[in-house]
């Protein structure tokens, strides 16, 4: 029997209007579908990357990463299942590994592996830089048409463009990710088999810098300026961005200037993954400006020289350490082993990417879901969101009215926005816990093992300590701050701990605040993971419970090295 049956899960309720499954590549095995009773007999994960639920065109967008784990799977033939598969729960996502259930296609892909991974591997460096140009200039293209020139048939190409570019994209996300993860996964197993400790494996590759690193310097330089200016009392107000808006004090307006800069250069970003629903900076620079703010609540900018020497330093004493364990054959596999890893850097380039595909591939759909209700005079500025990709073809394209969608936009909306409110209800797993993964994305990246099973299959509510995985090495104690989303940021004091489901590189700049992290998901190449070890952070990660356990105000004990939380003191 399943330790977490789905119950109210199963049901044929969904958007108005819509059923599940939408139509799908003719390759993909299994695409977002609602949950039936067979589907307790596997496990799922509630979705972390999108926290706020998924509005129809986000489910639209969201259909093109869950090919992309397929495509990237079967590319690579990498065992024992071949990418993932999705449920939704209302407006909430749930996500499980695509088992491979044929003994003799298990074999094979075992055969395969090697051979394709290996090569893969070796050319990392020439294939990322050439992707790489090509999204450049492909984003260029999007970015830079003339939208508020185009009429409805110009939008009906500009689209059609688009869905092409995005599917792509996604498949050049996974075609590069599932090597490199493959690589890692498979160095750790050699260290595991060598006596090595997991938590010294990960701080093998800290120290590397990364453009989502080096946005948030850009930010922290702007906090500086306006530190103690009237820029910084602008900036203190109910609407930051009006008000920096229409000041005409010189040294506001200079400011500014230099925040337009910033914004050309790194306001190609949303607060979250692969969601057209999300405005990004370029358009709405509020997050920006309330990161601002938080930064300038802090009595000192943060270092980020010393964090980075820092970060270095432990890596170079860990792997002297280590090295001075090991001889002979044992030391040559390991250097093999973490040559290739260098060679091909997970967790260096699973910061890198995200700057260009999560955080913005998407965001040219949204300007022309914009654009679009801007010509056919819709009533909310943004109701187009709430068509899936197929309606909004045919909107564009003329083969519907908005007459004939309005009353259904307007019931979508309010479905979404009541289905949101629920995110702190969902269960954080369903179906039956399985032995632990071998599917290094399930387990490296949402830290799927037995201790998560353990943790949420024990769901003890009175304990006062937890365990996962040590994420990020230290001790430290503070106050907790529990959000469900990077929408509640701006709340987030100085040296607090921050508590939550799951992070994505938009929390970023919230982790040269905090004095620590602690997560219900994530393994040790989480994105949590890897900033907390750059930002020389306390983490830990795939607790389970943290945010059922924990209440804001409560005082921790973080030790990331050892991945455990303990409760000090409740709060009131």
């Not at 967008?61 to 024992?80: I, S």
């Not at 209700?373 to 819709?378: D, N, S, T």
């Not at 209440?551 to 004990?557: A, M, Q, V």
Request: hydrophobic letters at 40%.
């Amino acid at each position: 029997m399943a330790q977490f049956p789905l119950g109210e899960h199963v049901t044929d309720e969904w958007y108005p209007g819509a059923t599940l499954p939408l139509p799908r590549h003719p390759q993909m095995e299994e695409g977002f579908e609602l949950f039936k009773r067979e589907d307790e007999g596997r496990f799922w994960l509630l979705e972390g990357h999108w926290s706020r639920g998924f509005t129809p065109l986000c489910v639209s967008t969201a259909y093109d990463v869950l090919w992309g784990t397929q495509f990237g799977a079967n590319m690579y033939q990498l065992p024992p299942t071949k990418g993932q598969a999705a449920r939704m729960s209302g407006v909430h996502g749930y996500v499980s590994d695509l088992p491979c259930h044929s003994p003799w296609e298990m074999m094979h892909r075992a055969t395969r592996v090697e051979k394709l991974v290996g090569p893969a591997i070796m050319s990392f460096p020439t294939l990322w830089a050439e992707r790489l140009a090509d999204i450049k200039a492909a984003l260029a293209h999007f970015e830079q048409a003339d939208l508020a020139s185009m009429s409805l048939p110009e939008l009906a190409v500009y689209l059609g463009e688009f869905w092409a570019f995005h599917r792509w994209v996604w498949e050049v996300h996974f075609e590069l990710m599932d090597p490199l993860i493959g690589n890692y996964f498979a160095f750790r197993a050699t260290c595991v088999e060598l006596g090595i400790d997991e938590g010294d494996v990960t701080r093998f590759f800290q120290g590397a810098d990364t453009r989502v690193m080096e946005t948030d310097r850009a930010l922290w330089t702007l906090a500086s300026a306006a530190r103690g200016t009237a820029t910084e009392k602008v900036l203190a107000g109910a609407d930051p961005v009006a008000a920096l808006r229409a000041s005409t004090d010189p040294g506001v307006v200079a400011w500014r200037d230099k925040f337009d800069d910033f914004l050309q250069e790194y306001g190609w970003r949303t607060e979250g993954m692969c969601d057209p629903t999300l405005a990004p900076w370029i358009e709405d620079p509020t997050p920006a400006l309330t990161m601002l703010t938080t930064f300038l609540r802090k009595d000192a900018d943060h270092d980020f020289d010393a964090a980075q020497r820092d970060a270095i330093a432990e890596r170079d004493e860990t792997l002297a350490r280590v090295r001075a364990g090991l001889s002979g054959e044992a030391l040559e596999r390991f250097e093999g082993g973490l040559g290739a890893c260098y060679h091909a850097n997970f967790a260096w380039w699973q910061e890198e990417h995200n700057v260009y595909i999560d955080m913005r591939a998407h965001i040219p759909l949204r300007m022309a879901a914009l654009r679009a209700g801007e010509i056919l005079g819709v009533d909310g500025r943004d109701d187009l969101i709430y068509l899936f990709r197929h309606e909004l073809d045919d909107l564009v394209g003329g083969a519907i009215a908005y007459d004939e969608v309005r009353d259904l936009i307007a019931a979508r909306r309010r479905y979404y926005e009541a289905g949101a409110a629920r995110r702190g209800e969902m269960p954080r797993v369903l179906g039956t816990p399985t032995a632990e993964t071998d599917d290094p994305v399930m387990k490296e990246i949402f830290g799927v093992d037995q201790r998560l099973l353990d943790a949420v299959s024990s769901a003890d509510l009175s304990a006062t300590e937890l365990v996962g995985v040590p994420a990020s090495s230290g001790v430290v104690q503070g106050r907790a701050r529990v959000i469900t989303s990077s929408d509640f940021l701006g709340d987030v004091e100085p040296d607090e701990i921050l508590v939550c489901v799951f992070t994505t590189p938009n929390w970023t700049p919230a982790f040269s605040q905090i004095a620590g992290c602690v997560c219900d998901t994530g393994g040790a190449l989480s994105h949590t993971a890897i900033v907390s070890r750059e930002y020389r952070i306390p983490a830990v990660c795939g607790t389970g419970l943290a945010t059922t356990l924990i209440h804001t105000g409560d005082l921790l004990e973080v030790d990331g090295t050892a991945g455990v939380v303990r409760i000090i003191d409740r709060a009131g």
